[in-house]
T-cell receptor
């Protein structure tokens, strides 16, 4: 395992459809983050998990968005009834919180969503 | 977390040092300064972080002023592959793994 992997890398969908993104963090990492990034902007925090517990959600995470990390390993981010404004890069990051914590987040390559 | 201010863009000649400034005048005592960069179409990548002492690693050096209100990231010999957006982030209490709050960053263009 060499890093955080995200799937799919690209998704094109029609408005109103549901989409799901998957993130596989670095295997020993207990914390997992989701961010969203639109063109020309820095990443915006959406939510994060400590193991399977979702500890914080941004106001950006409307009720159409849901994230899970059922077994404290991989995570999914689902967007229901997509809108054109959901078009963005969705980034996942992981870190190890604990005795060996360095403060570093490891990011995946992102999943780019285009809503037509 | 304290807010940071960075110039929107900078140019640097290949082989020269790139010095990227960051202001964080409202930083508090337990907040660390982190630098990440994002190369086009990739996720952000950690570069370096510090509390009050200067730090150096294989990628860069971080110089934090004595009053901690500003810092400079130094890439000693910039290459074309260093062209990226550089984010300066202030973050409290590294032991608790607080989220990173990104600003717009500085676009660094390294030119041959």
């Amino acid at each position: 395992d060499t890093g955080v992997s995200q799937d799919p890398r690209h998704k094109i969908t029609k408005r109103g459809q549901n989409v799901t993104f998957r993130c596989d963090p670095i295997s020993e990492h207990n914390r997992l983050y989701w961010y969203r990034q639109t063109l020309g902007q820095g990443p915006e925090f959406l939510t994060y998990f400590q193991n399977e517990a979702q500890l914080e959600k941004s106001r950006l995470l409307s009720d159409r968005f849901s994230a899970e990390r059922p077994k404290g390993s991989f995570s999914t981010l689902e967007i229901q009834r997509t809108e054109q404004g959901d078009s963005a890069m969705y980034l996942c990051a992981s870190s190890l919180v604990g005795a060996r914590y360095t403060g570093e987040l490891f990011f995946g390559e992102g999943s780019r969503l285009t809503v037509l | 977390d304290a807010k940071t201010t960075q110039p929107p863009s900078m140019d640097c000649a290949e082989g020269r040092a790139a010095n990227l400034p960051c202001n964080h005048s409202t930083i508090s005592g337990n907040e660390y300064v982190y630098w990440y960069r994002q190369i086009h179409s990739q996720g952000p990548q950690y570069i370096i972080h510090g509390l009050k002492n200067n730090e150096t690693n294989e990628m860069a050096s971080l110089i934090i002023t004595e009053d901690r209100k500003s810092s400079t990231l130094i890439l000693p010999h910039a290459t074309l592959r260093d062209t990226a957006v550089y984010y300066c982030i202030v973050r409290a209490s590294q032991e608790y793994g607080n989220k990173l709050v990104f600003g717009a960053g500085t676009i660094l263009r390294v030119k041959s």
